[in-house]
C-alpha cells in the first residue's frame, strides 16, 4: 500500500486523499438512508422550495458538500490518463462535482414536489356535489351520510338536511356547510 501511495505524483495523492474519505462517508450516508436512520431533511430540508423562485433553497448542505467531493474527485483520478493538463482536469472535476449536486438535488426536488400529507381539509367539500351513501332524515332529525370526491379522494361524512322531506340514497346532493370535522349540511340539487 505504502509503495503505492509514494508512486503517485501530488496530484492523484490529493485526489485519493479526497476520494476515499468522502466515498466512506457517502456509504455509510446511504446505509443509513435505506435503513431509515438518514437525516430526513435532505427530502423535506435540501428541497424546501422557495414559492416565489420555485427551486431548492440549500445549496451548500453536507450531502452537496459530499456529492461535490465525489464527483471532483473521481473525475479527476478517472480521467488523469486522458487529459495531461492539470487545469483543464481539475476544472472538468469541478464541473462534475457541480453537475452531480445539480442533479441530486433536482431528484431530490422532485420527491418533495411528490409528497403528499395526506390530510383532507373539510372546508374544502363546500360547494361541491355527493351522492347520498345512507338516507339524511328530513329537518335535521338526524344523520344520514354523504359519499363524496375531496382532494382527490372518495370520503363518506355524515349528512344533515334543513329540507322538508328525507333525501333517499342514491340522490345527488350540493355541500352547502360544514357543521364540525365529520358532518356536513347538504341541500338537494
Known amino acids: 500500500m505504502e509503495l503505492w501511495w509514494t508512486s503517485l505524483d501530488l496530484y492523484l495523492q490529493i485526489m485519493w486523499g479526497i476520494a476515499i474519505p468522502f466515498s466512506v462517508i457517502f456509504i455509510i450516508q446511504m446505509i443509513m438512508t435505506f435503513i431509515g436512520m438518514g437525516d430526513s431533511s435532505d427530502v423535506a430540508g435540501d428541497a424546501d422550495v422557495d414559492a416565489n423562485a420555485g427551486m431548492p433553497m440549500h445549496f451548500f448542505t453536507f450531502r452537496n458538500l459530499v456529492n461535490f467531493f465525489l464527483g471532483f474527485s473521481w473525475t479527476g483520478i478517472s480521467c488523469y490518463e486522458i487529459i495531461g493538463n492539470k487545469a483543464w482536469l481539475t476544472l472538468l472535476g469541478v464541473f462534475v462535482g457541480l453537475l452531480l449536486v445539480s442533479i441530486v438535488m433536482g431528484l431530490l426536488y422532485a420527491l418533495s414536489r411528490a409528497t403528499q400529507s395526506g390530510n383532507i381539509d373539510i372546508n374544502n367539500a363546500v360547494g ?15 344523520a344520514g351520510k354523504v359519499q363524496m370526491s375531496i382532494q382527490q379522494a372518495i370520503r363518506e361524512y355524515d349528512a ?19 357543521v364540525d370535522a365529520h358532518t356536513l349540511l347538504v341541500e338537494t340539487l
Open 128 to 142: 361541491h356535489t355527493a351522492t347520498v351513501y345512507y338516507t339524511i332524515p328530513a329537518a335535521g332529525k338526524g
Open 160 to 178: 344533515l338536511s334543513e329540507a322538508d322531506e328525507a333525501i333517499p340514497t342514491g340522490r345527488m346532493v350540493r355541500i352547502k356547510s360544514v
